[in-house]
């Protein structure tokens, strides 16, 4: 098991956070550098493949005409889909992290759902008879932590470039289009991990493995929360919870220039 | 409930189901309901029911999964197949799966878990009957199904769910309200003696005013649910201690 | 017995016990020097100590209880004991005379306790036949009685052998069981009244007679 290693590094990273310092050098509120490349897949609608330091995931797009659903006869939808790929980490083989993995796919789907990004109306086809489903499907490659921020910048940088396939008898035709797909907002998601009652942005997966709580909020450029999820055994503070949201705000704004 | 007119969420202080906006929906709690369990307990909370029972500490199996340190919570959430509008389909679906995981997250920070290494203790929820809210009300029958099971607990975990409909932030979200347009939904989960925050989501477009504006009916609200949490299990204690009256320590050899 | 007497507070897990310097018994904790109980129970004020009687919970052993155990499984070398509480305990095999499988029954008392409350055993004694009577941890002082008062009513008037473990399992054999049965359900839902010992024995007279008419 990796299990023993992961503890002498624990000790050291909250030795580390306690003396106001990270393991990477980085300041508590920092991001590692974000990386993005764009149309990683000639197949996908959209796609990009995002290093977050070295948390390295991808993002692929395929929009697909389905059946809306009975209450919403005019409104398309998303559906967010998250793989922990055991090439990405060594506990990912053993045993299926199954809630961890619904979970990221999950946030990832509110960030982007609840911010309005996408107008679902605009994704109908013919009332009540045919919509687009915008599938995001984002695979872990690498994971060095924070999937959950690398996951919404892989996922809006590919909705970004995402093309509407040409349909012809409802159906797709391959490789041709009719337009790209618009979007309102640019929602992003800021994670934060507590530990020895600090707060950093953006944990590394030895800052994961020692936190005690988790934190992700996701913000809009026109200064709008749209998510929250609180994880792990530990808590936060009102005002703790003030401040990564304070964070959240600044530092998206430095990543939405990168896309 | 899809509506293109507007509706006024909020009227005269009043809302559409004649609350005001800092107002909870009735609240009933029973600990103790069920004879097999270790803990249990039985909450309506308007129309939301819950049965949550509690078993353990026992060992955690198979034991790989065993925590040398500690031990688990494995809180299961489940929604029973009638308890919505259509049917659910049995399969736990994600949103089970992930409701889950969060919960039992929230429970761990006040249980002494540390006391029992290599145990499991398991939560098992089953929503009855939905409106709106089932996951802050299940969390809050199952940290008094947890104090019923004797689980050693730094304080209870009280929650509520907070929001926005039509404008207006409110506490306590029915369906109706959560449907609205612009609607926004925080269930939020406390320790009411130290107020930390042990399970926060939200899903909605919301503005940091309103997030602060929410926390403060979000504290308000945890405070009305611990009294129903601390009148159940007095109640309890009260009704057992009737039986025990007088004898407490006339067994000692 | 100083009992009603006493003030008494009903408290929740979380809830303050004491703000005053006091000794700190059980089921408290301490949290930026105040006291605060960890289980629902009750709190004595007056008490020199700080601490909570809980109203129910798993059995946690305690150095030299008696304890009744049912062998749940075996390794090659020792037996796997149930003792009705969050942890089995162990027994080696050298430890018993006779062979024992699943579901043999004995009694023992708890030598050692670790820190995360897993007993050792010794003066293992193994039973053969009887039955194993269930009882709520919290009422065994009561089946046992005031010097074991109560538990010499019990055996002189079933005819029982009988064995009370702290961890709330009863073992009995020979004489009258359901009799046993039906006076310790009694002891469990009337152990508010006083003079519970001459009731009980008063129960068991009577049902006597009836069951010789």
């Not at chain 1, 990270?22 to 590692?32: A, C, I, S, T, W």
């Not at chain 1, 796919?105 to 309005?116: F, H, L, M, P, Y």
């Not at chain 2, 005269?12 to 107002?23: A, F, H």
């Not at chain 3, 904790?29 to 798993?58: M, N, Q, R, W």
Request: overall charge neutral.
């Amino acid at each position: 098991m990796e299990e023993t290693i992961w503890d002498l590094r624990t000790d050291k990273t909250i030795a580390a956070i306690k003396e106001g310092k990270r393991l990477d050098g980085r300041k508590f509120d920092e991001y590692r550098e974000v990386k993005i490349v764009n149309d990683i897949s000639e197949n996908a609608d959209g796609s990009a493949r995002v290093l977050l330091g070295k948390t390295d995931v991808i993002a692929g797009i395929k929009m697909v005409p389905g059946d809306p659903y009975p209450d919403s006869p005019d409104e398309g939808t998303i559906s967010v889909g998250a793989e922990l790929l055991p090439l990405a980490s060594p506990s990912f083989e053993s045993g299926p992290p199954r809630e961890e993995a619904t979970e990221l796919a999950r946030v990832v789907d509110r960030g982007i759902r609840e911010s309005k990004a996408i107008d679902f109306k605009k994704l109908c086809i013919r009332e009540g008879e045919l919509v687009w489903i915008v599938f995001i499907d984002v695979y872990t490659m690498n994971h060095d932590g924070n999937l959950f921020d690398a996951c919404s910048i892989a996922a809006l940088s590919s909705l970004l470039k995402t093309k509407i396939p040409k349909l012809e008898a409802d159906r797709v035709v391959a490789h041709e289009y009719a337009g790209k797909l618009a979007l309102a907002r640019k929602p992003l998601l800021s994670t934060f991990a507590k530990m020895a009652n600090n707060v950093v942005l953006d944990p590394i997966l030895s800052e994961e493995k020692a936190m005690e709580a988790r934190f992700s909020c996701a913000t809009t450029e026109d200064d709008c929360l749209c998510a929250f999820q609180k994880g792990g055994g530990g808590s936060f503070t009102e005002s703790e919870i003030d401040n990564c949201i304070d964070v959240a705000f600044k530092k998206a704004k430095d990543i939405r220039k990168l896309l | 409930m899809k509506k293109k007119d507007k509706v006024d969420y909020v009227k005269n202080g009043k809302r559409l189901d004649g609350r005001k906006v800092d107002e909870l929906r009735p609240i009933k709690i029973e600990a103790g309901v069920l004879q097999r369990a270790d803990g249990s307990a039985y909450l309506e909370w308007g129309q939301n029911k819950v049965l949550v029972a509690v078993y353990g500490p026992r060992e955690a199996l198979p034991k790989h999964i065993q925590n040398p340190y500690r031990a688990l919570v494995n809180y299961n959430y489940r929604m029973a197949t009638f308890s919505v509008p259509d049917r659910k389909s049995p399969k736990p679906g994600r949103r089970e799966i992930e409701i889950s995981k969060v919960s039992g997250e929230a429970l761990e920070r006040a249980i002494f878990l540390e006391r029992f290494p290599n145990t499991t203790i398991d939560v098992f929820v089953e929503i009855l009957d939905s409106n709106a809210g089932t996951r802050v009300a299940a969390l809050s029958a199952a940290s008094v199904a947890l104090a019923d099971a004797g689980i050693p607990m730094r304080d209870l975990v009280s929650a509520v769910g907070v929001g926005k409909a039509g404008g207006e932030v409110i506490l306590d979200l029915n369906k109706a309200e959560e449907d609205a347009p612009d609607a926004v939904d925080m269930p939020i989960a406390m320790l009411p003696r130290t107020k930390e925050i042990v399970l926060l989501q939200m899903d909605g477009l919301f503005t940091k005013k309103e997030w602060q504006k929410s926390m403060k009916l979000a504290e308000k609200g945890c405070e009305q649910v611990y009294e129903a949490q601390r009148e159940a299990l007095r109640k309890k204690f009260l009704e057992a201690e009737k039986e025990d009256k007088k004898s407490k320590k006339a067994g000692d050899q | 017995m100083e009992k009603e007497t006493r003030r008494k507070k009903i408290v929740v897990p979380g809830e303050l016990v004491t703000e005053e310097r006091k000794r700190i018994g059980s089921h408290v904790f301490v949290d930026e020097g105040k006291v605060y109980a960890d289980s629902l129970g009750i709190s004595y004020p007056d008490s020199s100590t700080a601490s909570v009687v809980p109203l129910h919970g798993k059995y946690i052993p305690g150095r030299n209880d008696l304890i009744v155990g049912i062998i749940s499984n075996e390794t090659f070398n020792s037996y796997i004991v149930d003792i009705n509480s969050i942890y089995h305990s162990f027994i080696s095999k050298d430890s018993v005379r006779h062979e024992l499988k699943r579901g043999s029954i004995i009694s023992a008392i708890i030598q050692n306790v670790d820190e995360i409350n897993e007993a050792d055993l010794e003066d293992i004694r193994v039973f053969f036949g009887g039955e194993v009577i269930e009882v709520s941890p919290v009422k065994v002082p009561r089946i046992i009685g005031k010097n074991g008062s109560m538990l010499n009513v019990l055996k002189d008037n079933t005819g029982c052998n009988l064995i009370v473990g702290r961890n709330g399992w009863v073992w009995a054999k020979d004489g009258n069981l359901g009799l046993l049965v039906k006076a310790i359900r009694l002891i469990e839902r009337e152990s508010h009244l006083s003079d519970l010992t001459n009731k009980v024995e008063a129960f068991l007279k009577d049902e006597k007679g009836e069951t010789k008419k």
